[in-house]
């Protein structure tokens, strides 16, 4: 496996025979529940934007070679995804004071995340369907793990009312 194919399926999570997305999802998850509480916020943030930039020129090289436009093995797009939910749910969850925040914030972010990946509602679908490249396979998880993180947000807001 060359270095770059390893990359984007993020060590090889993408390679899955069954929902390469959920499971290229859930192996980022532990990576970045690592890197926000022992690196920090900031540290998840910059390793998530390089990851989607670097995703972007690596995405557009690997199809340009293979012709083939956003393949199911491709799941670095998940993990940047999936950690913008994160550190979105679990900046509202430093501020809540009940039982558990940091837990449910983490369930609620992959959930979150994952139903907005797959349903691709509204602007997210567009950027699916419309933008071609590495910009429209970032793109729409990038959105759909801020839809996700908000949705996570309100939820653990509420959460906190009850």
């Known amino acids: 496996m060359t270095l770059q194919k390893l990359f ?89 004071h009940y039982p558990y925040a940091d837990i449910i914030a983490i369930v609620l972010s992959f959930v979150s995340f994952r139903l907005f990946d797959i349903w691709k509602p509204s602007t997210i679908g567009w950027i699916d369907r419309e933008v071609k490249g590495g910009m429209g396979v970032m793109f729409d998880d990038v959105l759909a793990g801020i839809a996700g993180g908000l949705l996570s947000a309100i939820i653990l807001i509420g959460l906190g009312k009850i």
């Open 8 to 96: 984007l399926t993020f060590g090889g999570a993408g390679l899955s025979p069954k929902a390469p997305g959920t499971v290229g999802t859930l192996a980022s998850l532990p990576v970045g529940i690592t890197i926000l509480y022992f690196l920090g916020m900031q540290t998840l943030f910059m390793v998530t934007l390089a990851i989607t930039v670097i995703g972007i020129f690596e995405i557009n090289k690997y199809e340009n070679s293979t012709g083939i436009h956003d393949q199911q093995h491709i799941v670095i797009d998940e993990a940047a995804g999936m950690w913008l939910s994160l550190m979105i749910a679990n900046s509202t969850a430093i501020t809540m």
